[in-house]
């Protein structure tokens, strides 16, 4: 069946860069997603993006997608400490369902 | 707008209990989906709605029955509570086309 993968752990030092890294099986896949998961809260949409757009940029966010490879990916610019959370990739499929990967735990280094 | 609300946030259940966990949203959003989180296994679909009077199995539905009677409400039932159904569950609701899903703020369920 389709699948989402992420890896499971990244650590970065506060005021670098952070990129998160997905690929995703379905190539049917009309709208891809990124989420936000604070620890004992539910999940907080912080962007998608439209499968035949190359490039999202939102503020220190940038999501960018290679349709071809299945690939997509979340960059942010200046990690912060609030930062530091669990980042879910998620793909709209050809059912209407959405379908998450096993989200990434960001941890930020001082 | 109170969003996606989810009762109880805490519950403990002994194995063979049944129960209910409710989900309501106030967006009067078309689709709605239960997931379950358990650790490195990340959100699970069990079942989700396209309307009211919709329901359709998602990847783990065994165990757990669900109706959608209102375009409001989504409750979950839990018909025989088993120690392999301790997780933390989630509601979520959304329009039809891209738009993301809202979240509740999840109900953390262990059965003992």
């Known amino acids: 069946g389709e699948d989402v993968e992420q890896s499971l752990f990244l650590s970065v030092r506060e005021g670098d860069s952070s990129v998160i890294n997905c690929t995703y099986t379905d190539s049917s896949s009309t709208y891809l997603y990124w989420y936000k998961q604070e620890p004992g809260a539910g999940l907080q949409l912080l962007t998608y993006?439209?499968?035949?757009?190359d490039m999202k940029q939102d503020q220190r966010l940038t999501v960018l997608l290679n349709k071809k490879d299945k690939h997509l990916s979340l960059r942010i610019a200046d990690t912060q400490t609030g930062d530091s959370a669990i980042y879910f990739c998620a793909d709209l499929n050809r059912d209407d369902k959405i379908i998450f990967g096993k989200g990434t735990r960001l941890h930020i280094l001082p | 707008n109170a969003g996606v609300t989810q009762t109880p946030k805490f519950q403990v259940l002994k194995t063979g209990q049944s129960m209910t966990l409710q989900c309501a949203q106030d967006m009067n959003h078309e689709y709605m989906s239960w997931y379950r989180q358990d650790p490195g296994m990340g959100l699970r679909l069990i079942h989700y709605?396209?309307?009211?009077?919709?329901?359709d199995q998602g990847e783990v539905p065994n165990g757990y029955n669900v109706s959608r009677s209102t375009t409001e409400d989504f409750p979950l039932r839990l018909l025989s509570a088993a120690p392999s159904q301790t997780s933390v569950y989630f509601c979520?609701?959304?329009?039809?086309?891209?738009?993301?899903?809202?979240f509740g703020s999840g109900t953390r369920l262990t059965v003992v």
């Open positions: 979520a609701s959304r329009t039809g086309g891209f738009y993301g899903y809202t």
């Open positions: 709605s396209v309307g009211a009077g919709i329901t």
């Open positions: 993006i439209f499968s035949n757009m």
